[in-house]
């Protein structure tokens, strides 16, 4: 089966930079997505790593090390819209390739 | 553009009863989800379809049943619904290419006395 691990939860300060982390077990390991989801209102995606290194849009940037079965999503200039719960996802083979599998998230929340 | 729709949007049900959320796109994709969230914890899928006319069980398939009923629509049915099933349900959809992007409906919020 699949399991992720992140952080429960993150306090960050308005300007800072945090990074959140996510380790996997997967059986056949395609990619690695990351989703932000505010409270009540539904996942949207932010970025993707099929290949190890690191990905930059804008403000958020995510990193990927399949040898380390590890990603993190970096968040620079923390603004307080940042507040939400962050999600990584797996998007493994088995099961007919298409298998997205979520982590249990990881609650930002942003101070002044 | 709609993106994914589902419907309802919310609903109570009564224990026993049941009831089926529909779920539809207009994004050509081949890939369609369903998950469900509880309060404080991640997505955990229940089914999903990585093509029309296949469908395979997620991490969570007990007490609900699935049907890809054309390439658009991906139906979600509690046959008899128990209060382990109050939780909001989305449903997403993923195109072909390695963006590993999923789309997400608003979801739908199902509560069961």
């Known amino acids: 089966g699949q399991s992720l691990e992140q952080p429960s939860e993150v306090t960050a300060v308005e300007g800072a930079i945090v990074q959140i982390n996510c380790t996997y077990q997967t059986s056949g390991f395609y990619g690695l997505s990351w989703y932000q989801q505010h409270d009540g209102g539904a996942p949207t995606f932010l970025s993707y790593?099929?290949?190890?290194g690191l990905e930059e849009t804008g403000r958020f940037s995510s990193f990927l090390s399949r040898s380390d079965s590890y990603g993190y999503l970096l968040l620079q200039e923390l603004q307080m819209k940042d507040s939400a719960s962050y999600f990584c996802?797996?998007?493994?083979?088995?099961?007919?390739?298409?298998?997205?599998?979520f982590g249990t998230g990881t609650k930002l929340q942003v101070i002044p | 553009n709609a993106g994914v729709t589902q419907t309802p949007k919310f609903q109570v049900l009564k224990t026993g009863q049941s009831m089926t959320l529909q779920c539809a796109q207009d994004?050509?994709?081949?890939?369609m989800y369903w998950y469900r969230q509880d309060p404080g914890m991640g997505l955990r899928l229940i089914y999903y379809s990585a093509s029309e006319g296949t469908t395979d069980k997620g991490e969570v398939p007990n007490g609900y049943n699935v049907s890809r009923l054309n390439k658009r629509e991906f139906s979600l049915r509690l046959e008899s619904a128990a209060p382990s099933q109050t939780s909001v349900y989305f449903c997403a959809s993923k195109g072909r290419g390695n963006t590993g992007e999923l789309f997400f409906g608003e979801g739908s919020r199902l509560t069961v006395l």
């Open positions: 996802a797996v998007k493994d083979g088995s099961g007919g390739y298409q298998k997205v599998t």
């Open positions: 790593n099929a290949l190890d």
């Open positions: 994004m050509n994709h081949n890939s």
